[in-house]
């Protein structure tokens, strides 16, 4: 039980990090692609933002296993 309270800690911490770069680099994508506009800028976000929970589940499962 511990141990899954401190992964969850360490999950939403990077989730932090993970996701606003996943979330930043899908808008830069978004501009980069001509998509100017706020509706798509914001539909960027929400993906990069989505897309980033099952990378933070995987980055922080790797790092317990690796201890």
């Given at each position: 039980?511990?141990?899954e309270?401190?992964?969850?800690?360490l999950?939403?911490?990077?989730?932090?990090?993970?996701?606003?770069?996943?979330?930043?680099?899908?808008v830069i994508?978004?501009?980069?692609?001509?998509?100017?506009?706020?509706?798509?800028?914001?539909?960027?976000?929400?993906?990069?933002?989505?897309?980033?929970?099952?990378?933070?589940?995987?980055?922080?499962?790797?790092?317990?296993?690796?201890?």
């Open positions: 039980m511990l141990t309270a401190r992964m969850l800690r999950g939403f911490i990077l989730h932090l990090f993970i996701g606003s770069t996943l979330a930043g680099s899908a994508a978004a501009l980069v692609m001509g998509k100017d506009t706020m509706t798509p800028i914001l539909i960027a976000a929400a993906i990069g933002f989505v897309i980033a929970f099952p990378v933070t589940w995987m980055v922080t499962r790797a790092l317990y296993e690796n201890r």
